[in-house]
């Protein structure tokens, strides 16, 4: 016998709905029917954004700038996600590409803030500014006659920037100098090296991985390939892959550098909402080390791409892992551009997880060996990064989140706790990080 079942829903676009249920046709019904109801309330929250978008823009004390509230409806809309969903304009997309190239117009320091004015840590080399003389320790007081004291970092280092070929002027401060210099440096495409590396003791390589940009991959290679012409096999020991304080960068990145360092096997795999956003990504490269022993330092600092890498090495026994916690940034984002002028979409899209199927979000990387710094006071209040898991509306953790990690790193070799044991690791010594030890020993011919 059919039952028949009446379902009073609601108003619907000004009418009642009576829907009569028999079997699975009536359930795809009600389902239908819910859908509806669920867009007209949202088609409602529209028409109410549209209502205080026009009370603001007709009755506000000043007359706004309707560019600057959609803008500002868009962030606020996005930052009811997550920490790392965001909106760019046109200008913040142009700069994310800037990044993730790894070039762009300028001069070619290494800059940060002190006491108001920028301060020059480090001309890059072949660079216009090591070619003109910029020098580490150098304060940049004016960028073209226009005084810097009262911008911020991002401000100031956005003046630096331009188009290749084009002048700008700057005055610096100079210590033991009389007075202040004049500089006219002309900008080139500046290269960003995401990748440093020298070899240690005649026997290790050391490989410094920064950031995840276009050139990583090309970089590591180049690194693996200069130190084994350096080192000969009999005698190199192994690597150490140093990423601490890497905050990441670009998937496909990560993947190629994984596959330069172990012969196969899965590197990473993404889990979404739909279909398309679940893929696993595999090692095809081959090993450029060769099977060389592999050491990869990690911190609080590590994050994103970095885990990915530190994760698959790990999981695949390729790697020891040493250092504090990892940051725990597990999830992916995708750019999706919004047309020409409107910027793009940075959006949550999927989560990471290690071969061995290891989330981790708000988790991060658990070190093999486990090596505390001997942390400055100046630095004790500033040595430790909260992590993932601390951040106002991060995704849920699969288990129990880990939040905090030590993330400083002594500016000396000699004083770096966890480089000494990685290649302490390397040569066959029992590490022990409470021990005092040398980074250096006798190297066997």
Same mark, same amino acid.
């Given at each position: ?39 007209? /309330? ?11 978008? $026009? ?6 004390? $000043? ?13 606020? *809309? ?10 760019? /304009? ?44 910029? *020098? ?9 006659? $226009? ?40 900008? #080139? ?10 070899? #240690? ?54 993947? %190629? ?18 279909? $398309? ?28 791409? %970095? ?11 390729? @790697? ?23 910027? @793009? ?24 060996? #486990? ?52 290649? /302490? ?21």
């Amino acid at each position: 016998m059919r039952k028949n079942i009446t379902f009073l829903l609601g108003t619907v676009t000004g009418a009642c709905l009576t829907l009569f249920v028999a079997g699975p046709q009536g359930a795809h019904l009600i389902g239908a029917a819910t859908a509806a109801a669920r867009a007209d /309330n949202t088609y409602s929250q529209l028409n109410l954004f549209g209502d205080v978008f $026009e009370r603001i823009r007709t009755d506000y004390v $000043e007359k706004p700038d309707d560019a600057k509230l959609v803008e500002g409806a868009i962030n606020g *809309m996005i930052s009811s996600l997550d920490p790392h969903s965001r909106y760019m /304009n046109e200008k913040g997309w142009s700069d994310m590409q800037e990044t993730t190239r790894g070039e762009f117009g300028g001069l070619g320091i290494e800059v940060t803030m002190e006491d108001g004015f920028v301060k020059v840590v480090a001309p890059i080399d072949d660079t216009p500014a090591s070619k003109a003389g910029i *020098m580490s320790g150098d304060v940049i007081t004016q960028i073209d006659d $226009e005084a810097i004291q009262g911008l911020t970092l991002d401000q100031a280092v956005n003046k630096m920037k331009g188009v290749p070929n084009s002048q700008t002027r700057l005055k610096i401060i100079r210590k033991d100098a009389d007075k202040p210099i004049d500089i006219a440096i002309t900008r #080139e495409i500046i290269r960003v090296r995401p990748v440093r590396y020298h070899t #240690e003791g005649g026997d290790i390589g050391y490989v410094r991985i920064t950031s995840f940009n276009e050139q990583t991959t090309d970089g590591l290679r180049k690194a693996i390939t200069d130190i084994s012409k350096e080192i000969p096999p009999e005698k190199l020991a192994g690597y150490v892959i140093d990423l601490r304080n890497n905050p990441g960068g670009l998937l496909d990145q990560a993947v %190629s550098v994984t596959s330069t360092l172990m012969p196969r096997g899965e590197v990473v795999s993404t889990r979404g909402r739909t279909p $398309e956003e679940t893929q696993r990504f595999t090692a095809r490269g081959g090993d450029l080390t060769k099977g060389k022993p592999l050491v990869v330092l990690i911190n609080g600092g590590s994050a994103s791409a %970095s885990e990915i890498v530190a994760g698959a090495l790990h999981d695949h026994k390729r @790697a020891t892992v040493i250092g504090t916690r990892s940051f725990g940034k597990g999830s992916v984002q995708t750019i999706i551009p919004l047309g020409t002028g409107n910027g @793009a979409l940075a959006l949550t899209t999927a989560r990471y997880f290690t071969p061995s199927g290891h989330s981790i979000q708000a988790l991060g990387i658990k070190p093999d060996i #486990e090596v505390l710094q001997d942390v400055p006071d100046e630095f004790k209040t500033r040595s430790e990064l909260k992590g993932e898991a601390s951040m106002r509306g991060h995704l849920s953790a699969e288990g129990a989140e880990q939040t905090g990690s030590q993330s400083y790193v002594p500016p000396e070799e000699k004083n770096d706790k966890a480089l000494i044991a990685a290649f /302490n690791q390397l040569r066959g010594v029992t590490v022990n990080a409470d021990a005092p030890v040398s980074p250096k020993r006798p190297i066997p011919n």
